[in-house]
């Protein structure tokens, strides 16, 4: 912790929430929230917006997304526990939308984590959706606005979840960076110094053994390549009115 | 992230809870449960047997702790928002503690995020104290024993806390060291990754800027100079039947 965080200047701040269940401990003042689920809602979002579609409906259950499977227009995901839930075409996988034409189309989309994040997220001022894919793009906008930021990461099952924090730690660097963002929270202390022990090789996350062996087990290898590369796209969903969109 | 936890082989697993709130969720098959309140709680228990009291009652509340104020044999502490509670001679520094015959004494303390943490963790086969103040002696005990453990973090009124997760992290590495002990979770990966950050020098810990100016307005740097000074005592508090005595 030899590079200390120097931000007595600040007009705003920026916070690290590492689970949904502690959000209302660090909503309060936050205009903008910032839902993080890299592997891999959030990153399939920005994906699917980057491979055309119009707008993504985050639902709470599987019986709702199902309303929606074989409806013209609609494409209706459903994941849980890392998996493509029974019935359904599409999940959580990033790669599922690339090299499509989605024009037109809206997904209607659970998440076992990410869709859920979103929804406890909905009465913030403004609910954008942050991965890798968009790291710059998203950083670059956030600056731009005068608000607060909340980076609130979606875990995995209510739990910390290591690649989530990271990407904290890497966007909440760049709104520091900027000189307009300064931090009070330990957790976004912590964020700082897990992104700065990973940012040479984002894949190094997926090293710590436990980690590795669900991702195999999963096959997740290749999203997990996809969703920790920066800069793919420069989309900034956004939700209004329940919906995400292109900002 | 770069040097890999390796721990295929090993037969118990050590994993790190970040907040209270998520105790429940970390619990499971966990036979000890150490629980950690750097600053200041379980750093003062430590420093309160090592200077000879017999026993420390955990109460939740401060109406408990009050009933023993003036009562012969027994010191009550109450702590809430770092400072010592209206009526009360004690909170939860461990510097009241010291350069005193305590010999006999039974202490009654309330603090805002340790005792909480203790009573939540009631349940377990076995209970114990962690601090700086007994990290080696703590360590080779729980290396000693076969059980899975849990090193539940106080936190800071129910958020996320640097210094407990750091010294989270300092006492997986000695048991993952061992040999006996492996990891799962990414909440543990990541204490170890804040450790490896902090462990050429623990009072870097409170460089980052918002946290040392909350430790100058509480005027708390003599106290946490000495919670962060590993191996000052061999104590090992453990709980039974509600009470911290020594093992």
Known sequence: MQDEIRNSDYKYRVEVCFVPGQYPLYA???????????????????????????????????????????????????????????????????????????????????????????????????????????????????????ENVLLLCSGWKDKFNLEDSVFAGALMERLIASGKFGVEEDSSIAAKYMYMSARDNFMSILKAAPRRRRIEQLKLLPDAKYCLTPDQSTVIPILREGELVRM
Chains 1, 2 share one sequence.
């Open 28 to 146: 309060a003042d936050m205009g903008i929230v910032v839902v993080i689920d890299i592997l891999r809602a959030t990153s399939a979002m920005v994906a699917a917006f980057e491979h055309g579609v119009d707008r993504i409906i985050p639902v709470g259950t599987i019986e709702e997304a199902r309303q929606y499977i074989g409806r013209a227009g609609y494409i209706a995901a459903a994941e849980r526990d890392g998996q493509v839930v029974e019935g359904f075409s599409y999940g959580n996988s990033p790669l599922a939308y690339v090299d499509q034409d989605l024009r037109g189309q809206t997904i209607v989309m659970t998440t076992t984590n990410g869709t859920k994040a979103i929804n406890l997220a909905k009465g913030a001022k403004k609910v954008v959706i942050g991965s890798f894919l968009n790291l710059t793009a998203l950083s670059d906008w956030l600056v731009s606005q005068n």
